[in-house]
């Protein structure tokens, strides 16, 4: 599964494409100080982009920075309490799971990425050994498309532990295409802007127009081990 992703531009790197779609986008939050290479793991804080109203996404998109990894709003208990791996809602029964389905009808969102990781076991893999980290991405269109955006849903909890709400999310998820097939079960649906504001419209397809099993080429994929598990030989070969 994908449990790590990246955003390697700000967000000014990718405002033309939503000016040029003529969509308004007002950030509620300040950018965060992001190292480029610094990826962003479950409960870390993500750009989430939603719809001012979501009967019209193209009349105004609101971007926030909100946990990964969604507790849904009946959880009452601390946070830590919520235990299931909400990071990833599996497509297939995002409209039925009780942890997703009303986010699913009311509350969807897009989050900026640039790729995203899997993780690999190699041949004679022990447990405690690190695994095989590799890297997903696209080859651009154009300099907007060095920007995606994984579809995903939100929802706002109030754990006993905590005076204010939480809002956190989850992205979408399903079979793998052939590109990712060998290195991980589900694979994160990857969508253009225009796609993305298909994707907000609650009277539009919803889940029956996303695609994760991609064709063959759709992405390429690389080896990326973390720095701070190569040796110094490797760092060296790092372009």
Known sequence: MCNEFQI?????DYAAAFARLGVPLRWTDPEPVRAADDPI??????????PCDPVDPRAGLDGVERRWWMIPAFHKGPVAGWKPMTTLAPIATVDTTPAFREAYRQRRALVPVSSFIAYD????????QPKRRWEAAWTP???????????????RAQPSDLAE?????????????????????ATPAVLTLEQGLQ???L??????ALVTATPAGTYRVTEAPRVQLMTAEMRRALP
């Open 8 to 12: 390697r531009v700000s967000r000014a």
């Open 165 to 185: 709400p939480i809002e956190s999310f989850a992205i979408l998820a399903g079979p793998p295409g052939p590109d990712l097939a060998a290195v991980q079960d």
């Open 121 to 128: 076991a190699p041949a004679g893999w022990r447990k405690g």
């Open 141 to 155: 269109a154009d300099d907007e498309d060095r920007i995606r955006y994984f579809a995903a849903v939100w929802d």
């Open 41 to 50: 793991r479950p409960t870390n804080r993500a750009a989430l982009i939603r």
């Open 203 to 208: 009277a539009g397809p919803g889940k029956a």
């Open 199 to 201: 994707w907000l419209d």
